[in-house]
Structures are given as structure tokens and as C-alpha cells.
């Protein structure tokens, strides 16, 4: 009974990445703390434990989406368990610049075949788009070489933040199996 304690509360490292703005931090101390607080642009990364929910426990690594930042990304990469994509869902500005992101983060050695979820987060907001324009957009129907996951979250209300995480979690479990 211990041993499968141990077993199934294995702790995966996974990377949160994405463009500047999106609230990767926020989303993460809202996941740990359990409540929003005021961030400040991450310079490097945060590195936090958390605990989800029940079962799941990831080591997330939340890196700066500055431009400046991106160069020195991949240098997390490896061993890398699975990742999460934030999107500002209010930014459609941004969206194409995101999915050139996030296809670059694809195509690395490293994180091949990774699995992934992306988060729309800010959809609790009036002009966030909706889910379907997000995915046309960042043209996550065209990836076919690994498991990903759309989520649509609020950092701010917590809506769908525990889902990504399950969702994740499942993922890398499944491709561990392979």
C-alpha cells in the first residue's frame, strides 16, 4: 500500500512558458498559494512545487516571456516532462507572435515528443476570444506528433486551472507508457 503511496505521487517537471503578459505567474501563485497576488515581470525563472490536485505534484519551472528571455528557454528544456502554454486570451494582437512561440518550442530536440496543454487564461474577461478562434489561430489542429490539450482558464477566478492540471498530468502518464 506505501509503495503505491510512492508510486503514484511521482513529481513531474514541467515548464510553464509563453509570451510576456500572459499571466504564467499569476496562474502559478494562484495554483500554490491558492490566491491572486500582484506579480512583477519574471527576469529567469520561478520554481515552485506545487500540488494540484490529488496525485499530482509538478516541479514548474515558470519562465520570463520577454523576447529577450526566449533565446535562453531552451536551456530548460531537457528532461522536461510536459509543458504549459499560456495565451492572453484578450491579445489577439499577439496571437500569431504566440504561435511562432510556440511551434520554435516544438521543433526543439529536446521536446520532442513533450506533451503539452495550452491555457487561454483571462477568458473570465468580456473581450477574450473564444476557444475555437484561439485554436484556428495558433494552429494547434496541425499538430499531430504528440499529445496537447486547449484549456480555457481565469488565474484570477481559478476557473479551469485544476482541469490543465489533471489534463497535463494524464498526458505525461500516457506517453510514459509508450
Request: aromatic share 6%; net charge negative.
Given at each position: 500500500m506505501l509503495l503505491n503511496k510512492f508510486k503514484s505521487e511521482k513529481t513531474y517537471?514541467?515548464?510553464m512558458l509563453g509570451l510576456?503578459?500572459?499571466g504564467k505567474t499569476t496562474l502559478l501563485y494562484k495554483i500554490k498559494l491558492g490566491e491572486t497576488v500582484d506579480t512583477i515581470p519574471t527576469v529567469g525563472f520561478?520554481?515552485?512545487t506545487i500540488k494540484p490536485a490529488d496525485n499530482i505534484i509538478f516541479d514548474v519551472w515558470d519562465g520570463g516571456g520577454a523576447k529577450k528571455y526566449r533565446p535562453i528557454m531552451r536551456y530548460y528544456f531537457q528532461n522536461c516532462d510536459g509543458f504549459f502554454f499560456i495565451v492572453d486570451s484578450t491579445d489577439r494582437d499577439h496571437f500569431q507572435e504566440a504561435r511562432d512561440v510556440l511551434f520554435n518550442i516544438l521543433q526543439d530536440e529536446y521536446m520532442d515528443p513533450v506533451p503539452f496543454v495550452v491555457i487561454a487564461n483571462k477568458s473570465d474577461?468580456?473581450?477574450a476570444a473564444k476557444s475555437d478562434e484561439i485554436i484556428e489561430q495558433l494552429n494547434l489542429h496541425s499538430?499531430?506528433?504528440r499529445s496537447w490539450h486547449?484549456?480555457?482558464t481565469s488565474a484570477v477566478t481559478g476557473e479551469g486551472i485544476v482541469e490543465a492540471m489533471r489534463q497535463l498530468a494524464h498526458m505525461i502518464r500516457t506517453s510514459r507508457k509508450k
Open positions: 517537471r514541467v515548464l510576456e503578459q500572459a520561478n520554481i515552485e474577461l468580456c473581450s499538430i499531430s506528433n486547449f484549456q480555457s
